[in-house]
């Protein structure tokens, strides 16, 4: 089971930043920390293949013919399988150290919310993207998802997304992300409950 710890809420997005499986989450759609062959073989990708069938591969191997690569600012979508969510959104972040990452990882986020909003969906829920084996510090991309997710809202008050949950693996990612956010913006709840 999911750990809700604090939402915040930016314009008319409300912000959860959750601590566990990114599997398991009720949204319209999960983010899947992608490569640009959509070929998912270890990570979140992996995971989310492994909890919600073989299905979301063949569809990604479906996508990647049609279209080609996927680019930072252009996610991919599939169906969930048998994931409690309706699609997976497939983002490609940034691998650390092959430059200009913090606006590759901007690109990533904000393409991904654009998707939900073609989709008409309301809620959202993402990995620490490319803070796994692509390197990328998380207490940075913290700071990137605060920063892109403050200003998507405020530009878009209508946006149909009205929640984004940011689900961390592990106490110690979960408090970085919680640390960020909380020295930048007052949370609207503070307590702990279970999702």
């Given at each position: 089971m999911n750990t809700f710890l604090k939402s915040f809420l930016f314009t008319n997005a409300q912000i959860d930043i959750v601590e566990g499986d990114l599997t398991k989450e009720t949204v319209d759609a999960i983010v899947n920390a992608a490569n640009s062959q959509l070929m998912h073989g270890g990570g979140v990708a992996a995971a989310i293949v492994d909890?919600?069938?073989?299905?979301?591969?063949?569809?990604?191997?479906?996508?990647?013919?049609?279209?080609?690569?996927?680019?930072?600012?252009?996610?991919?979508?599939?169906?969930?399988?048998?994931?409690?969510?309706?699609?997976?959104?497939?983002?490609?972040?940034?691998?650390?150290?092959?430059?200009?990452?913090?606006?590759?990882?901007?690109?990533?986020i904000e393409g991904s919310l654009k998707l939900a909003e073609q989709l008409k969906l309301t809620s959202i829920a993402f990995p620490s993207i490319s803070t796994g084996i692509f390197g990328f510090p998380r207490k940075?991309?913290?700071?990137?998802?605060?920063?892109?997710?403050?200003?998507?809202?405020?530009?878009?008050?209508?946006?149909?997304?009205?929640?984004?949950?940011?689900?961390?693996?592990?106490?110690?990612?979960?408090q970085e992300f919680l640390d960020i956010f909380s020295d930048r913006i007052n949370p609207i709840q503070s307590h702990n409950k279970l999702h």
């Open positions: 909890a919600g069938g073989w299905v979301i591969q063949q569809e990604s191997n479906d996508w990647v013919k049609k279209y080609g690569e996927v680019k930072h600012n252009k996610p991919a979508y599939t169906n969930a399988g048998s994931l409690p969510c309706k699609y997976v959104i497939h983002a490609v972040g940034p691998v650390w150290g092959e430059g200009n990452e913090d606006e590759k990882l901007a690109y990533a940075r991309a913290a700071g990137n998802f605060y920063n892109v997710l403050k200003r998507y809202f405020e530009n878009r008050p209508t946006s149909t997304v009205k929640k984004v949950r940011l689900v961390l693996f592990g106490q110690a990612a979960a």
